[in-house]
């Protein structure tokens, strides 16, 4: 079956980078995402990744995959107090059916 | 423009009753699910439907029992609501992959269920 697992917290200064880490037990994960959750609110899709793919940058966010390991990381630069949150990786598979799995969250707390 | 939306926002009831939460979104997707997120954040998926058809039913009680009266709908229904049910519930849609899309899923804001 497939799991996915995360740290629970990361705590970070202001201006430093995040790092939220991930990793994966199924070898047939197909896409690769980060969805982020504010206090209240919903989901939101940061990012994704195919798994072909090693690394995507897109602004502030930086994905990298390590399919080898089943490794995935997000990476923010210059950490603001608004992206305190808790952080989602999920995966899709790719035969079956289309339902993310998700992993348990990051609570990132952003230190001032 | 809401892409996915979800109502009521909050549903406070009590044990026994039965209550619904809608969805619908105006993405044009083929797919939509319901995802149930615990006390502690975990987040889990309940059903999927494509095209009005149930897809994906993972080993959710009866007493759930979700609705598509089209594509761009998928309704909740519970039944005899226990205290165990209370959570936050997420509806979410995607484009199908054979369109060419990465199954990405938008998702609505959230239904907070709580059961007295």
């Known amino acids: 079956g497939e799991d996915v697992e995360q740290s629970l917290f990361l705590s970070v200064r202001e201006g430093d980078s995040s790092v939220i880490n991930c990793t994966y037990t199924d070898s047939s994960s197909t896409y690769l995402y980060w969805y982020k959750q504010e206090p209240g609110a919903g989901l939101q899709l940061l990012t994704y990744?195919?798994?072909?793919?090693d690394m995507k940058q897109d602004q502030r966010l930086t994905v990298l995959l390590n399919k080898k390991d089943k490794h995935l990381s997000l990476r923010i630069a210059d950490t603001q107090t608004g992206d305190s949150a808790i952080y989602f990786c999920?995966?899709?598979?790719?035969?079956?059916?289309?339902?993310?799995?998700f992993g348990t969250g990051t609570r990132l707390t952003i230190i001032p | 423009d809401t892409a996915v939306s979800q109502t009521p926002k909050y549903l406070v009831t009590q044990m026994g009753n039965d209550k619904s939460i809608k969805c619908e979104q105006n993405?044009?997707?083929?797919?939509m699910y319901w995802y149930k997120q615990d006390s502690k954040k975990f987040l889990k998926i309940m059903f999927s439907y494509n095209n009005k058809e149930l897809i994906i039913n993972e080993t959710v009680p009866n007493r759930f029992s979700p609705k598509s009266p089209d594509k761009a709908h998928l309704n909740l229904h519970i039944n005899s609501l226990e205290l165990g049910d209370s959570a936050v519930y997420f509806c979410?849609?995607?484009?199908?992959?054979?369109?060419?899309?990465?199954?990405?899923?938008?998702f609505g804001p959230g239904t907070r269920l709580t059961v007295l």
């Open positions: 993405l044009g997707h083929d797919t």
């Open positions: 979410a849609s995607s484009q199908d992959r054979w369109r060419g899309s990465t199954d990405t899923q938008y």
């Open positions: 999920a995966e899709t598979r790719i035969f079956g059916n289309e339902k993310l799995t």
């Open positions: 990744i195919f798994s072909n793919m």
